[in-house]
């Protein structure tokens, strides 16, 4: 029997993600035949060719030309009036542009990928038809971290809404994926979702495969869903699951060998299976990455994934619920060191591959050191990155031990530079710990990637303002960084006791069924909007010092393109690259007028505007969502009336 494992868009299509090889791994030693597809790279290599998008600029030319033709627009109207042009103007760049891009992005040679200017206008154009696909499915917003509609995911009516063909940009690929797996007589298709911009996708997918293949059996599993569906009560799981048969919750080896096992008896499993904790790392194989297209990733060289621990050893911050794990983050679990070289060897030999990113919740600093003379000893030439927490374990020595080992980067927990948020943080570690880490870190070379976010509750403005100045401080030693908003997030420690840090109340908005984003009110306001906004500037300031990008280029933080360009230029190239400036064409409304009777200047931004107060709203004094609701507020915004005398 013939088991598929599915990873869908939309996500980072530069490099594999763990999930698949992982679990293909374990269920091809346990005698299982599986057809592993990266379903999100393989929709991207279909929409991204010049038939197709010149094709969707056709309808978004249609669809503009419709809503010209109209004597006055409503808000809604003016919503996708500024996205059909945003839309039509960066398709001008992507139709003629994106084979060039797509062979930059790919450059085998590197020459063209790191070359500077090169590289900018291959991201431009990609993030061009990025916008032209989303217009020509508006209000589909979407890139390579997220899949928004204005409704999408409130409840099981409205994801399946989505799902249909002239809503799903990835419909003809999903058809032809269905098409395969009807071929080669798969009977169980696992679908993974590691991240919030795949859920909407996943369901599409879900309910065409249904349609098509009623007898496969469709299961869905991966952190972001387990995050969701662990917290639906037994009516709202029952919608929640749509199109699947069942559902594997938390870590998904055993379970989803167990559904194999009784997919083949004939069995017909249903509803939510708990997969066990797999207690011994020892036991599991390396990821296999056999049957997936490795040379249609968007990059110039293979960065493999590969997770030598699983959870986090400290677990007690209180502002996370990452992974698979009810609440906090799951329990911590290491491979053997001789494993973990066996593993890496392997994947190096097999699939010519010297650079990994060590994906799991957090690497413990003296787990990392072993490894890292374990490499040495078994001259084992690897460059490698990770997510490290600033502890006063990453002393001089440690951090030449990892430098010798092949630490390329060692992206740091570092949260705030205030030591009071830090305490309320339960981080477990203070503000010289952070610094010395910094400087041990620099000095033996590796890139150290800063992540820090503002706005924790009772964060004052001077608080935010330390976190700050020690990104500033450090600047020369901090090859990137990352300074977020805190969010609140289910199962973490401000959600589940909010009056320990100053909530003066969480709620969710009703008619939310299914994602249920929680929302907080604190007791005091700890920012005045001018304070507010200081921090915003001071954030852009610094940003400026550095040549940064969108996830997932070369410039964000932990992507496979920034190893390779810290592994060609060394961990400065982001702060020495500063002088490369983009210089996209067409994707902006300012300074172009319509001839059609409406003005794109004038309608894009106070419409952007309205509709986020319509949202805030909607969330924080009605505290209730739904179409109708929506309406109301958006019809009493008064329309836009084309001018007189307008001619095309």
């Known amino acids: 029997m013939k088991t598929a494992l599915i990873y869908p868009p939309s996500a980072n299509p530069t490099a594999p993600y763990l999930s698949v090889p992982a679990l293909t791994g374990y269920l091809r030693s346990n005698g299982v035949e599986v057809v592993p597809i990266d379903a999100n790279i393989g929709a991207y290599d279909r929409l991204l060719q010049p038939s197709v998008l010149k094709a969707l600029a056709q309808r978004v030319q249609a669809r503009l030309t419709k809503l010209q033709q109209k004597p006055r627009l409503n808000h809604t109207d003016q919503l996708l009036f500024g996205r059909l042009w945003r839309g039509r103007e960066a398709g001008r760049t992507a139709i003629k542009e994106i084979r060039t891009a797509l062979e930059i992005l790919r450059d085998r040679s590197k020459d063209l990928f790191f070359d500077p200017a090169c590289y900018e206008s291959a991201l431009i154009t990609v993030e061009a038809a990025l916008s032209l696909i989303s217009a020509a499915y508006a209000p589909l917003s979407m890139d390579f971290i997220s899949y928004r509609t204005p409704f999408a995911l409130l409840n099981a009516s409205e994801i399946q809404k989505d799902a249909r063909p002239n809503r799903n940009p990835f419909h003809d690929y999903f058809c032809e994926l269905g098409e395969r797996l009807a071929r080669e007589q798969v009977r169980l298709a696992g679908i993974s979702i590691a991240f919030p911009g795949q859920i909407q996708p996943a369901y599409a997918l879900a309910y065409l495969l249904k349609r098509r293949l009623p007898e496969l059996h469709l299961t869905v599993g991966g952190p972001a869903i387990t995050q969701i569906l662990v917290r639906l009560n037994p009516d709202e799981l029952a919608r929640g699951l749509g199109p699947f048969d069942t559902a594997v919750l938390f870590e998904g080896e055993q379970a989803l060998l167990k559904l194999s096992r009784a997919v083949e008896k004939g069995e017909r499993p249903a509803g939510v299976h708990r997969g066990e904790i797999c207690q011994d790392l020892k036991a599991l194989p390396a990821p296999d990455f056999d049957g997936l297209p490795l040379d249609r990733y968007l990059s110039p060289g293979l960065v493999l994934p590969y997770d030598p621990t699983r959870g986090c050893y400290w677990g007690k911050c209180a502002f996370c619920h990452y992974g698979l794990a009810e609440v906090g983050t799951a329990r911590y679990r290491e491979r053997p060191i001789a494993r973990i070289c066996e593993h890496l060897k392997l994947l190096t030999e097999k699939y010519d591959c010297r650079t990994f990113h060590f994906s799991q919740d957090t690497l413990a600093p003296r787990t990392a050191q072993k490894m890292a003379r374990a490499f040495v000893s078994a001259n084992l030439s690897i460059q490698w990155a990770s997510d490290m927490r600033p502890e006063p374990a990453l002393s001089p020595a440690c951090c030449r031990d990892l430098a010798d080992g092949g630490a390329l980067a060692l992206a740091l927990g570092i949260e705030s530079g205030a030591p009071r948020i830090l305490n309320l943080m339960q981080k477990g570690i203070d503000s ?217």
């Open 432 to 648: 010289a710990d952070i610094q010395a880490a910094l400087s041990h870190l620099a000095e033996a070379g590796i890139a150290t990637e800063a992540m820090c976010f503002t706005d924790f509750p009772g964060e004052t403005y001077q608080e935010a303002m330390a976190t700050i100045r020690l990104l500033r401080t450090f600047r020369n030693r901090i090859a990137l960084f990352i300074c977020g908003e805190f969010s609140l997030t289910p199962g973490a420690r401000t959600a589940r006791y909010p009056k320990d840090f100053g909530l003066a109340e969480v709620w969710q908005v009703s008619r939310d069924e299914f994602i249920k984003s929680p929302f907080f009110r604190e007791k005091t306001a700890s920012k005045t909007p001018r304070q507010q906004a200081k921090i915003d500037e001071a954030v852009a300031e610094l940003s400026a010092s550095y040549w940064l990008h969108n996830y997932p280029w070369a410039g964000s933080l932990s992507t496979a393109h920034t190893l390779l360009w810290y592994a060609r230029y060394g961990p400065a190239v982001f702060r020495h690259m500063v002088g490369v400036r983009k210089s996209g064409r067409g994707s902006s409304a300012s300074g172009r007028r319509s001839f059609s009777g409406y003005n794109p200047a004038e309608i894009i931004p106070l419409s952007e505007t309205r509709e986020i107060d319509i949202w805030e709203t909607l969330n924080y004094e009605q505290r209730a969502v739904s179409r109708s609701a929506y309406h109301e507020l958006a019809d009493q915004i008064p329309p836009v009336f084309k001018r007189r005398g307008s001619r095309r």
